[in-house]
């Protein structure tokens, strides 16, 4: 793996303290952290990924557009693996994390590496 990238629909401020309370890197820096944090304070990434949530209900404060809570695994720019935690009664997948979580992220990507592998050897 060559990077987690943990990206958020908050604004540049909030991630860059956010990684520096975790002890990871922005996107831009240049550091060999595995680790990076990038801010998508317009929600470009997100409405790209279609992962917009759209769940009726109050807005939270200075906080005009959410994301769903979703873990990819991309190889070589194309997203192999999508996983999206939401449910009818808990939309922004907070509740019932647990598909986008390292565990499970780490069991399905094992398991595309055993297919491509097997697909190749065929």
Known sequence: MDDVIIYSVNDAAVVLAWAEQQGASP???NTNSLVHLYADPYSSVTEALKLEMHASGPKMVGLLQRCKRHALYVVNGIVQIKRVAEAEDDPAGDDFPDVTLADAMILAIQGYN?????????
């Open 27 to 29: 996107l831009e820096a």
């Open 114 to 122: 055993e297919s491509t592998k097997a697909e190749a050897e065929l």
